[in-house]
């Protein structure tokens, strides 16, 4: 791991985990200890990926209990961070004793493949979507929060896109997986965007929104742009309109947006090993460069 000289913060080795450290909200909190780094989102607890530790070296046997103990030394006060995340800071797929020390213990297993592109790379698909258009939200407000009988919460002021913000969030609920409860994780993407809209107001990138001739939001996704370095966020498709080359447009005009007005000159998308669409972006010009390992293991209920 190395430090830069504009936050002096600890910038691990690994492209993905750096642009995953780059994607956190401003108030996040990464010290180093001895073989690891505690990285704290203290304004969203609940989040997996921004509350760990993600050490030098992936787990050897024996390591289980004693990384336990780290992140029980790390977050044991603050009771709102109930899940338990690890992850190591190596490229190349290893996972050490991570079989034995986590899964058999009831920890699953993310394997997430890095790819990146310099904008000159990346070229349209031929099959890229000519319907819609592609632009950037205004970062300004928040995304309102919603009562439980449906009723805007007073004062929670929305912004000039707040009608096109709403959208996002509903796009992702829709896409999540099988796993995640709705009003939670309407909840956890409200916060992660809201957090996210600070960056952008900062000039740190934007959220780019595909739209239909009706104004519909048809997908989007955002870029968070550090020094010249950049990371995609939640690239999402409508479910009805998967397969229409929306997708593909997309990633390819918010690219270069984001290299003409924030400087970004390595991209980097992050994908499940499995994810369907990592032969999309292959053939929009990324490569394959890295494959992370981490365990996590949600609250107990």
Do not use: K
Not at 43 to 59: A, C, I, K, M, V
């Amino acid at each position: 791991m190395t430090r830069t000289a504009a936050t002096a913060e600890p910038v691990p080795r690994s492209l993905v985990w750096a642009t995953d450290l780059d994607v956190l909200p401003v108030d996040r909190v990464i010290e180093r200890r001895s073989d690891h780094l505690v990285v704290r989102s203290p304004g969203n607890p609940t989040h997996y990926w921004g509350n760990l530790l993600l050490f030098d070296e992936p787990p050897a046997p024996g390591d289980g209990a004693r990384w336990e103990r780290a992140f029980e030394e790390a977050f044991g006060e603050d009771r709102r961070v109930r899940h338990r995340t690890f992850a190591w800071d190596r490229a190349g797929g290893v996972v050490g004793a991570a079989r034995d020390e986590f899964i058999a213990r009831g920890y699953l297993l993310e394997r997430s493949v890095g790819l990146v592109a310099t904008p000159v790379q990346l070229r349209q698909h031929p099959r890229a979507n000519r319907e819609v258009v592609v632009r950037a939200l205004e970062p300004s407000g928040c995304i309102p929060a919603v009562d439980p009988g449906g009723a805007l919460v007073p004062g929670d002021e929305g912004g000039v896109d707040a009608e096109l913000w709403r959208q996002v969030v509903e796009l992702q609920v829709a896409g999540r997986g099988p796993d995640f409860e709705e009003s939670p994780y309407r909840t956890f993407i409200r916060s992660r965007l809201n957090d996210l809209r600070v960056l952008f107001a900062a000039g740190r990138g934007s959220w780019y929104v595909a739209l239909s001739d009706d104004g519909i939001v048809s997908g989007s996704c955002g870029i968070v742009v550090t020094g010249t370095r950049a990371r995609f966020q939640t690239v999402d498709t409508a479910v009805a309109l998967r397969r229409r080359g929306i997708c593909s447009r997309l990633i390819v005009e918010a690219a270069h947006d984001a290299a003409r007005r924030y400087g970004a000159e390595r991209l980097v998308i992050v994908a499940d090993p499995g994810y369907h669409a990592l032969g999309l972006y292959e053939s929009l010009g990324f490569e394959r460069r890295e494959l992370v390992s981490g365990v996590y293991r949600p609250p107990e209920q």
